[in-house]
């Protein structure tokens, strides 16, 4: 699909490569690249590769969102390149191939991982700039448009997932927040995980929430209250997807070493009844 910010995109495995064979003098400003060419003229500057971190489709299947990191090298130079750590966003339109949006705020602001609403129809990231407040952004996941943000000093960059009904997101880092998008407030906060989660995923009834960890660990919170029901060394590496069956009896995980488990909940479930813990 082409790019309203560069003309030319091939998607090959793991990189969005962008090649200006000519560019006009207003080059690349509006992602910090600074560029001086005669007015007219048009001039090769430079490859641009955005290489992939992180795609999400949504519910639908008609949008995604593409989280990738910029780096630019000019003609001649080899094969390094350079970059300035920012991630970028964008919004695409899967039925059109058009890029919906690039998302943003500020310049000086970096996100954290984004997540869709269950009706596919918000876009939520948590926003970080070096100082504070941090926020949770939320954006309309049809036009690209910023509808709101809801700050919150407690924030860490972590991961994100909506409720099943879309009006909580929880984001957790070593600690949990529930945000209530209806009121635009954060709510409730609890501790537990212990290490850093890395992934978050909620049970298709709702009532659950499965949080992976950077220890290999697994644990399971009531939604309703943030409610610890019991966890279990998993893997051996840093668990970093998670899944519910859309029975809720299974729940896939996947870990930094490209393993991946299948949990049987219903197992689990007897396990933890024995211990007083039911859900």
Known sequence: PRST???YTTLFRSEILLHNPGYRDMGLRSIGIQTETATGRKTQLFWNF??????????DGRRAFIRCMPWYREPGRGQGGQGDGRLIVELWDLVSGNRLAML????????????????SRRLAMLGFNGSGPND???????????????PEPRIQNG??????????VY????????????????????????????????????????SGGEDGTIRLWKTADGTALGGWDAQKSAVTALAFS??????????????????????????LSALGLGF
């Open 159 to 168: 991961p994100i997932v909506f409720s099943r009904d879309g009006n909580t």
């Open 104 to 119: 943003r705020v500020d310049e000086n602001r970096v996100f954290g991982q984004p997540a869709f609403s269950p009706d």
């Open 136 to 150: 949770l952004y939320l954006w309309d996941a049809i036009t690209g448009k910023l509808t709101g943000a809801i």
């Open 5 to 7: 910010l560069f003309p």
């Open 246 to 271: 859309p029975s809720g009896t299974a729940l896939a995980s996947g870990t930094e070493d490209g393993s991946l488990r299948m949990w049987n909940l219903a197992g689990i479930r007897r396990q």
């Open 171 to 210: 984001s957790a880092d070593s600690d949990f927040l529930a945000f209530d998008i209806q009121a635009r407030r954060a709510g409730r906060f609890w501790k537990g995980h212990g290490e850093k989660v890395r992934c978050l995923a909620v049970s298709p009834d709702g009532r659950l929430l499965a």
């Open 50 to 59: 955005l290489t992939v971190t992180q795609i999400g489709v949504s519910p």
